[in-house]
């Protein structure tokens, strides 16, 4: 089945400054690519997501790029802002039943 | 708009004792449905999912069950709780597709077994 890792477990980060979380994941057939943020005691929120077929997305200050043949992905988020600071997951999936596969999560500290 | 319930929000049960959780969707019809446990505040454990009524998939052989009696009701069970039981379970829920998508997630079920 597929296997997702995530680095870094922790990131901090000035305010204004960016943060690059990545992920990598083992099964060469999967072909979505959620990013979720979590907020203390809230459930995830998708906040991007890419297809196999794109390589770059950009949502205002996020962006998610994706490599195929090296099999990794990551989130950039420029100009960090306080409220910024949540724990994010990436995820993988190749399966018409949706199912996802979580990284361990990256816990991102932004600081004034 | 589509919207996830989930409830209760928090749940302190004693070891033994039964567990029912219940998720509904509102807006949409034939979701797929899923049950996920995150522990220790981290990694998210995918443990049911279901593609129509009465059509459950167990991903993690384990002490819970689940039961989809309607096509937008998603329950988690337990007939006995342990403490290993603990933690963090979100319903999710995911429109019906040839490609996955996006899913939704509520916002989750605190559970405590003491």
């Known amino acids: 089945g597929e296997n997702v890792e995530q680095h870094p477990s922790t990131l901090s980060v000035q305010e204004g400054d960016s943060a690059v979380i990545k992920c990598t994941y083992s099964?060469?057939?999967?072909?979505?690519f959620p990013w979720y943020k979590q907020e203390l005691g809230k459930g995830p929120q998708l906040i991007i997501d890419i297809r196999s077929n794109v390589g770059e997305k950009k949502d205002q200050r996020i962006a998610v790029t994706l490599n195929k043949t090296a099999k990794h992905f990551s989130l950039h988020i420029t100009e960090t802002q306080p409220e910024d600071s949540a724990v994010y997951f990436c995820?993988?999936?190749?399966?018409?039943?949706?199912?996802?596969?979580f990284g361990a999560g990256t816990q991102v500290v932004v600081t004034p | 708009s589509q919207t996830i319930h989930q409830w209760p929000a928090t749940l302190v049960q004693p070891v033994g004792s039964p567990l029912s959780l219940e998720c509904t969707v509102e807006?949409?019809?034939?979701?797929?449905l899923y049950w996920y446990r995150q522990a220790a505040g981290r990694g998210l454990q995918l443990l049911f999912y279901s593609v129509g009524i009465g059509q459950i998939s167990s991903e993690v052989p384990q002490n819970l069950s689940a039961s989809r009696p309607q096509d937008r009701q998603f329950i988690l069970s337990s007939k006995k709780l342990l403490l290993s039981d603990s933690g963090f379970y979100l319903c999710?829920?995911?429109?019906?597709?040839?490609?996955?998508?996006?899913?939704?997630f509520g916002s989750g079920t605190r559970l405590t077994v003491v």
């Open positions: 995820a993988a999936s190749n399966d018409s039943w949706g199912k996802l596969q």
């Open positions: 807006g949409t019809s034939n979701p797929n």
């Open positions: 999710a829920w995911m429109r019906q597709g040839r490609v996955p998508s996006g899913y939704t």
């Open positions: 099964d060469s057939a999967s072909n979505y």
